[in-house]
Every structure is written in C-alpha cells, then in structure tokens.
C-alpha cells in the first residue's frame, strides 16, 4: 500500500505562482511514475503533468510552458511549480503514484485562481 499526500493548494490571483507538493510512501520510490491530475467542477479529471525516472516529464496542452513538474527521488517527493496561473487553472488537484501497474491517488488539494 501506497500512501499520497498532497500539500500547497490555495487562493491566488490570475498571473501569480503557486507550488505544490506530494509525498509517497513505499520504497523503491525512483520506480513510481508520478503524476498530477486536477478536476474542476462539472469536468472530468486530466493529465496536469507526469514524471517518469528523474527528468521522463510529460505536459497537458493546458499548462505547457506554465508549469514545471520535478521529483526528489531521495525525499519520496514530487512537485508542481505552477506559473502565469489562469482562472481556468481552478480545480481540486490529485497528486498519483503508479506502482508496478497500481495505482495510487492522494486527497487532492484545492487551487482556486481569482482576483
């Protein structure tokens, strides 16, 4: 059993900064495929960003060039440096952890982008 647990969300204004964190339990922690998803109201849950080994880094369209997915292997961490934040960024955001073809979800953490 993994456990995932997301911490950083929060208020900010459009075009502001926000970080977000996750830790993960388990060993062999370098093997873990990390990912963030978020899910708006009404809307179905999406990529956000992926990390595969140390720097294997996927992006969704959305927040390309905005937001900047990292890992410390050492820590069981992954974060998310969410940059030029839009109103349309709002969401809950889901930190995962796929392990040998399991996969992990955290509580989520609420991001809400608003002047």
């Known amino acids: 059993q993994v456990q995932v647990v997301e911490s950083g969300g929060g208020l900010v204004q459009p075009g502001g900064s926000l970080r977000l964190s996750c830790a993960a339990s388990?060993?062999?922690?370098?093997?873990?495929?990390m990912a963030w998803y978020r899910q708006a109201p009404g809307k179905q849950r999406e990529l956000v960003a992926s990390?595969?080994?140390?720097?294997?880094?996927h992006y969704g369209d959305s927040v390309q060039g905005r937001f900047t997915i990292s890992r410390d292997n050492a820590k069981n961490t992954v974060s998310l440096q969410m940059n030029s934040l839009k109103p349309e960024d709002t969401a809950v955001y889901y930190c995962?952890?796929?392990?040998?073809?399991?996969?992990?979800w955290g509580q989520g953490t609420q991001v809400t982008v608003s002047s």
């Open positions: 995962n952890a796929l392990r040998f073809g399991i996969s992990y």
């Open positions: 388990g060993s062999l922690f370098s093997a873990y495929v």
């Open positions: 990390i595969i080994g140390g720097s294997n880094t």
